[in-house]
């Protein structure tokens, strides 16, 4: 009974702050009103809340209901961990709150191994925890992780195998990894008016790789060895000798990946595919046919792809982020307008596809914020008073 009593409490608590988090902050009035609770529960669980440092008074509300303070409450603006977006060439990264602010440092060149990544990346913390008081850590890899022993599976487009992070980034912090893809979701998840209430949907990034994070009867699913959403490596071309560094061939990803674009136009500007990409598609809206017309068949390129996922997952949403975040709406009208031709009827009746609502910071940088603040409540709201 007292096991009972207690994770009731627990889930009551967790209830309200999901509500705070979902709909932004409100009264204790309010707050009972929505969640069901009776106010003397709401005035008791949220005195816990405020104890833990979880939720702040940010201000009164000016016509407060008689009787009441009407005081309006909101998540903490605590920071609770540093957050890395490591990309193929650039690493993103800051400092993340409980009420979902970002504070941005500058960024910094991937280092090439991860011994020297990680190195550095402790430095950084050790700079960020001078000035905020975290104890996690949170990365977004373009790769496959193990997110239980945090160990970098396989990031082919870093070159990096068999990464523990634990060993390489010691120091008293705890340490949260995940695939950038399945972040993303979860950031898209969270954030999106337009997600809410929606259990399937499935987050494509497409940068020098294609990942794909699939959220599944409302959770992002990793799978019996985290490779879920690997469709970066479905083999879209059966007869194709093209060899992927997978091991495989014909795989989406070397005709959906941003190389494939960049390498059908030839000569652009920039140090790195990113940059590259994004001259062409700066090109394109300044009508350049050439760059237009390559543009359109990564466009068919990429739906070709989605039409498989959605023909195997039947999600509600697909979201499409990475460098094509700032792709023209014509590009998306493309993408749509294939799938919809080529995907199986009943699974594209209530498709929508359409760009992500990240731009800077990035989806994957905030889905690494989003994983550690539902960690930190995890671990606070479950140590019972
Ligand atoms: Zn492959």
Redesign the pocket.
């Known amino acids: 009974m007292k096991h009972n009593h207690i994770s009731m409490k627990i889930g009551n608590k967790r209830n309200l702050v999901e509500l705070l988090i979902a709909t932004g902050p409100r009264t204790r009035a309010s707050l009972s009103r929505e969640s069901g609770l009776v106010p003397s529960a709401v005035t008791r669980l949220i005195r816990e809340l405020m104890e833990d440092g979880i939720i702040s008074v940010i201000q009164y509300e000016e016509k407060s209901e008689p009787g009441r303070k009407g005081e309006v409450l909101s998540l903490s603006e605590k920071p609770v961990a540093a957050i890395f977006d490591i990309g193929v060439t650039k690493t993103s990264l800051g400092v993340a709150f409980l009420n979902g602010k970002i504070d941005l440092v500058p960024s910094f060149n991937t280092p090439e191994t991860p011994q020297e990544f990680f190195r550095l990346a402790r430095e950084k913390v050790s700079v960020m925890r001078s000035v905020y008081d975290f104890q996690m850590v949170s990365f977004s890899v373009p790769g496959i992780v193990n997110c239980e022993t945090r160990e970098i599976i396989l990031a082919p487009n870093l070159g990096w195998y068999n990464v523990r992070i634990d060993e390489l980034f010691n120091g008293d912090f705890d340490i949260l990894a995940d695939n950038e893809a399945n972040l993303s979701m979860l950031a898209e998840a969270r954030y999106a008016t337009d997600l809410a209430g929606v259990d399937n949907a499935v987050f494509v990034i497409v940068r020098e790789g294609v990942g794909t994070g699939a959220m599944i009867d409302g959770k992002v699913v990793r799978g019996n060895s985290f490779s879920v959403g690997e469709f970066?490596?479905m083999v879209v071309s059966i007869d194709s000798e093209q060899s992927?560094?997978?091991?495989?061939k014909g795989?989406w990803?070397?005709y959906a990946s941003i190389r494939w674009a960049n390498q059908e136009y030839g000569l652009l500007n920039g140090n790195n595919h990113i940059d590259k990409f994004e001259e062409l598609l700066n090109m394109a809206k300044l009508g350049d046919e050439r760059a237009k017309s390559i543009l359109s068949n990564h466009a068919y390129n990429v739906a070709i792809g989605v039409t498989n996922i959605v023909n195997a997952l039947n999600p509600e949403f697909v979201i499409v982020g990475g460098s094509l975040s700032s792709a023209p709406d014509w590009y998306f009208a493309k993408v749509d307008e294939v799938v919809k031709s080529r995907a199986l009827k009943m699974a594209t009746k209530q498709l929508r596809i359409r760009p992500t609502i990240f731009t800077e910071p990035s989806s994957n940088l905030v889905g690494a914020a989003v994983y550690a603040i539902e960690k930190y409540l995890d671990k606070v709201i479950n140590t019972d008073h």
């Not at 992927?244 to 495989?248: A, L, R």
Request: proline share 0%; aromatic share 0%.
């Open positions: 970066g490596h992927c560094h997978c091991g495989s795989c990803e070397l």
